[in-house]
């Protein structure tokens, strides 16, 4: 009679268990799916649990280099853009995030670095814009870049965007930034970077004699570079008549909050909100060790500064 009874209650537990388990999963705030665009454009849609037709879209725009919609890097996971899209879908906010063209090219064969052009990737931000425009499925769509992600969204967003959310995005030309961190970081280079920079601004490609800077001026990129050049955020940021969001962090190593108050200078009717202890992924950093910063880059498990979310939701929701 006992074996019975002990075997009753485990079933029990088992069962009581399982529908724990069943209930948590139902209930998730949001859903998660793949949609592809076109043959270049993949990413993910999160949608709210209780989406209707009042629910705002935001599109995200990743950074330089090859970041995918989770905002990661090879040997750079930190899920910076993951975290903020499924805090966003949490507090009933849709969010788009995608894989930048470059992955389905890498995937396809077809990748040829030396063709790649800043244009490609606005195009490609417009084209996500139209796409989800053409559903008539929310009631505001908004662009959202991180870094470099800020420009390109900036631009697109003047082709039918409700608002515009710039984070870490960089106030001056691609140059001037390359510029002022080679003379931090490496001041023996910084009469041949300037050089090679004002070259690339007039529009001209050159042969590169110091393959120390290989990885910035390499014969294949420079291409890309002379496109992504000619564009002053400062200006294009000014041609947008919609509400705006600035959003830079104090422990940011890349992108200083400077540049964020540089863009508010251009655009006074902007937000601007700085957050303390949020470096470039978003991540909260309380010492002044670069070190500590610089490993955030590689923890996938350490959350956002939550205070980025809060600031998001709020600007959406008060439009």
């Known amino acids: 009679m006992k074996n ?12 009581l268990s399982l529908q724990a388990f069943t209930q948590e999963k139902t209930q998730s705030p949001f859903h998660k799916e793949e949609i592809n665009i076109n043959p270049l454009i993949n990413g993910s849609l999160y949608t709210p649990e209780k989406k209707t037709k009042k629910t ?9 280099g090859p970041t995918d919609r989770n905002g990661n890097q090879k040997g750079l996971l930190n899920n910076s853009l993951r975290y903020l899209a499924e805090g966003l879908a949490s507090n009933g906010i849709a969010v788009f995030s995608y894989d930048k063209r470059i992955f389905a090219q890498i995937k396809a064969g077809t990748m040829d670095e030396k063709s790649l052009r800043f244009e490609d990737f606005i195009e490609d931000a417009q084209t996500v814009l139209k796409y989800f425009r053409e559903k008539n499925s929310y009631d505001k769509i908004l662009i959202a870049g991180h870094s470099e992600g800020s420009l390109i969204g900036m631009i697109a967003a003047k082709n039918n965007a409700d608002g515009f959310i710039s984070i ?21 280079l910084k009469e041949e970077v300037h050089e ?3 070259s690339l601004k007039m ?14 001026f390499r014969e294949s990129v420079q291409p890309y570079m002379i496109s992504w050049i000619k564009y002053n955020p400062q200006e294009e940021i000014k041609k947008l008549q919609i509400p705006i969001l600035l959003i ?54 350490l959350p956002i500064a939550p205070e980025l979310i809060q600031i998001v939701n709020e600007f959406i929701k008060s439009l």
Do not use: C
């Open 248 to 301: 830079n962090g104090t422990k940011d190593l890349q992108v200083s909050a400077s540049e964020a108050e540089l863009l508010k200078q251009a655009k006074p009717e902007a937000q601007l909100k700085i957050i303390t202890n949020m470096n470039h992924v978003f991540k909260e950093i309380k010492t002044d060790d670069p070190a500590d910063n610089r490993a955030s880059y590689t923890n996938p498990d």
């Open 56 to 64: 705002t879209l935001v599109i995200l725009i990743a950074g330089s």
């Open 203 to 216: 529009g001209k490609t050159f042969q590169l004699k110091n393959q120390m800077l290989a990885s910035l």
């Open 168 to 188: 870490a995005g960089a106030a001056r030309a691609i140059n001037i930034i390359l510029e002022e961190q080679i003379e931090k970081q490496a001041p023996p």
């Open 196 to 198: 090679n920079l004002e």
């Open 4 to 15: 019975k009874m002990k075997n009753r209650f485990w079933i029990l537990v088992l069962f």
